[in-house]
């Protein structure tokens, strides 16, 4: 695969070319379209395509995915979402998580900036921030099958 970029230097992903035109896929919508040879620079080498496909998805969504790289940390990442900010004596007192284990995904998702700081009721917490909120509701709303049972 291949990344090319249009006259405006948005890139685009080559699918397929041909001598006067080629297909490409646009990373924002996934649709493919054929445009001229010569409105495209081939040249664009500068972007990873893997890299370039994942451009598509809100910057918010991507950083929650990478970072939340499993179901303990996305489920962390949603309940402070949902119910932040909430006190690290709550979080351990709430979920099955040991002191270690909720500091360290707390460290990654605060490094991510996922989450930050917060006081609680005088004691040290943790609130999502309004980015890591938005790719919560993005995810929901696009990711439920209502046909789709759970796992």
Known sequence: MQTVRDADGDPY???KRSAESSRVR???????RYLPNETLRFDAGDAAP???AASG?????RRLVTAAHDEQSLGLLVELADRGPISV???LDAYS???SDLHGRLSELRAARLIEEATVYGERGYDATEETRRAVESLRSGAIDPDQKSE
Do not use: H, R, Y
């Open 13 to 15: 992903l080559l699918v």
């Open 26 to 32: 646009d990373p924002a919508t996934g649709e493919e």
């Open 50 to 52: 893997l890299s370039v």
């Open 57 to 61: 998805i809100p910057k918010a969504t």
């Open 89 to 91: 004596v709550e979080l």
């Open 97 to 99: 998580l040991c002191e």
